[in-house]
């Protein structure tokens, strides 16, 4: 079981000492590890600069030989020291704690090879069974041995770290404790524990074996004198057990109430998969979480996965290279942008920003052209000249409808007007001319920056077969030799390809979802899929963003940018020639480098192919049940081809429509069988907690089982009344006094539209408080947590029941609930939605 949590109370926790806080005395001693570790492979690294300098004076002796030498001497060092370099940063990750194991032999890695534990190295006795821990060990991204040869970290691949991925509380084998150490550069910023053998009582260097985080509560659990107790945490851990081995074909679905370790089971399962098939998925994983605050938990508590790039977290506002999500949408535009109904008007968005309006600078870099016939030039063979108007002027001309003009045109539209002038005559193509062809090349289905060549192609022809020419070429030959000409000569010139840019410009997402901020245009564009008032709010809504569609993004524009992002294509670049050195060219050789040089660019191209990667071979999707049918679609594009793992619960939903969103869930997945599991054990929060977050959860979705607590607290949910205006002081008092009460966090929850607000009503209470909307809280947890104003939350959006069931299952020890007005509190301030 994966830990969750930041610390627990003595309650929860029987190993913990009362002194100096336990977690902060086990930050230390890995950080002390950790710094031995970083000074050996600063030796390491010296000792590889030196062997690439000895290998650069080697190569002065000139010989054939000492060349040869000196080009292996330099590849294996170079090898070495990239390595070296390029794991140097948060490589350490986890540790293990083993009993003795059946035999003594040591592997190449300094570690001891067996699997299971030893016959003896568990001693039952009255007190129940006791264990010496026999061996640890950490792992990293690459093994470490100290000076004498002894492991100061196992390579994540070796067979000895098998065990810190394949253990699991059903099968532990060898290990009695699994460590996840958080680190950044060289410094240890947390541990969580996992205690896979919670019914032991073990020492390490003769003293009680120390357990950070929820391992402590399946330690308190595990001591329980009861039968029950006992046979609980044997359920919790199998059934967490069997979603993890499960095989990795098709779609692994699971379901489960807050605090049944939804998250943790699927970033456990990613683990084990990664390791049993590596081959299977090189293609890397990725895993989705529904908000930036959840991505950093996770990286904080999940195991590193593999190599650099294997593994992609990513909030699903962060799905799209180069967008971020820093706003949200009300309720209401958020129902509106997330519907599937927004891909009928993507569609047509996508085709009608074509007849959008060109930047007045681009048109008048052509309107001279444009405006005066005599600047149709005849090329070299006096064949061709070219007149395209771009932008001119709307009214007509005085001179009777003179070709080239302009008549016709509207400023700063889409050219209406194309002349030619060819074999001696002019050649014009009109507005209805160039609609016709414009709507035969959006005839089909593909991307429309894709579809440009096919719209050059078409005008060419329009304007050949306006020439003539086909009836004046008989022979087949000539008439292809003719046509050959007469497309490289139009094509060549500088104003056909402004008159293309202007006709057919390339479209980006940004700027076509600038362009819905018009309403007019917009409403044009979702006549008859969204009413009046849904186009104003979407329009409004986009109104934040400049004309090429750069501005603040919420989660929903995301989903609609990949979504044009689709339907616009990205057009085909030429490729760009490498640069030769002419040196090069002149002696036929290159320069001998090393395999760091060599690596290099290879790196770089590796870390751009993983920010532009769109296809997955597994992913993973947390909190399933909120995503909207446009995130769907987003998601499902990146694993076209993947196994899957989605996790969730509909009863904490916050999509207003789950059977529309169901629709677009099993469009994504396909027709791939799906295996399903449920995970029935709330382990997270005291009974006293769940029994209240029940209540709700009765309203919300009437008939679904809550999960089963499984631990008591003795401390009941707290009622703290509050008036209208003075929510603010009534929440900053409870956080201080749950500031005294625990040693972690405290979240304070609230509605989205007072986000702002809690932030200034907590300020100067310290980092250990966090405020935070009833959205952003989804996946995460707290030691204790006050829910201001439930009524405002359940009242924000037809799903807000459900985001106050997921609002009062955060805390893991206290929770107080701040009523106002709205709340109709009783005499004992108890809200009416709280009530039995």
Known sequence: MAAQNATHDDRTAPRRDSGDGVRDREIRIEQTHLDRVYHRLEEKIHEAEFLMDDAAKRGQVGTPGALAERDAQVFRAGVHLNRLNSEFEDFLFGRIDLLPGKDGERGPDGAYTSVEPADDAIRTGPDGDRAEIAETLHIGRIGVLDADYAPLVIDWRAPAAAPFYRSTPVAPGRVVRRRVIRSKGRR?????????????????????????????????????????????????????????????????????????????????????????????????????????????YTEGVLPSLGEEGQVAIRAVGSLVEGAEATTYDTPAVARVKGSSRMLRVLRKAARGALEMPRAAAASASTSDHASDPSSASP????????????????????????????????????????????????????????????????????????????????????????????????????????????????????????????????????????????????????????????????????????????????????ALLDELNTLLGLPARPATPREVDPLDQLTGLEELTTYADRAGPRRGRADRAERERADYAHVIVDEAQDLTPMQWRMVGRRGRHATWTVVGDPAQSSWSDPDEAGRARDEALGSRPRRRFTLTVNYRNPSEIAELATRVLTLAMPGTPAPEAVRSTGVRPRF???????????????????????????????????????????????HRVVALGSLEAKGLEYDATVVVSPAEIADESPAGLRVLYVALTRATQRLTVVSGTRDEPDAHGVPDLLRE
């Open 720 to 766: 703290a009344p509050g008036v209208d205006g003075d929510l603010g002081a009534a929440a900053r008092r409870e956080a201080l006094r749950l500031l005294d009460e625990v040693d972690g966090t405290v979240g304070v929850v609230v509605a989205m539209n007072r986000r702002e607000q809690a932030r200034q009503w907590l300020t100067g209470l310290g």
């Open 379 to 558: 090329s070299d063979d006096g064949q061709l000249t070219l007149d395209v108007a771009l932008g001119a002027p709307a009214a007509p001309s005085n001179d009777g409808g003179r070709p080239g003009a302009g008549s016709g045109t509207r400023p700063g539209g889409p050219p209406e007007r194309l002349r030619v002038v060819a074999f001696g005559a002019r050649i014009e193509l009109d507005a209805d001319e160039l609609r016709r062809i414009r709507q035969n090349v959006l005839g089909g289905t593909a991307p429309v920056n894709l579809l440009r060549p096919r719209a050059r192609r078409l005008l060419l022809d329009a304007l050949w077969t306006r020439s003539g020419a086909p009836r004046r070429y008989t022979d087949p030959e000539l008439a292809a030799e003719a046509r050959e000409g007469f497309d490289e000569d139009i094509s060549s010139e500088d104003v056909f390809q402004e008159f293309l840019d202007a006709w057919w410009p390339e479209l980006t997402p940004r700027s076509v979802l600038a362009a819905m901020a018009d309403e007019k245009r917009l409403g044009r564009w979702s006549r008859r899929v969204l009413n009046p008032r849904e186009v104003r709010q979407v329009a409004r809504s986009l109104a934040r963003l400049g004309p090429d569609g750069q501005g603040p993004l919420s989660v929903h524009d995301v």
């Open 188 to 296: 240890v910023l947390g541990v969580e524990d996992d205690l896979l053998r919670p019914e032991l009582s073990a020492t390490l260097d003769g003293s009680a074996l120390p357990v950070v985080g929820d391992g402590a509560l399946m330690a308190a659990l595990g001591q329980a004198r009861g039968h029950t107790m006992r046979d609980i945490v044997a359920s919790i851990q199998a059934e967490q057990d069997q979603v993890i081995r499960a095989p990795a074909a098709s779609i692994t679905e699971v379901e489960g109430g807050p605090g049944t370790g939804k998250t943790a089971v699927a970033l456990h399962r990613a683990a084990y998969l990664l390791y049993q098939d590596r081959r299977r998925y090189a293609g890397g994983i990725l895993v989705v979480s529904p908000t930036p605050l959840l991505v950093a």
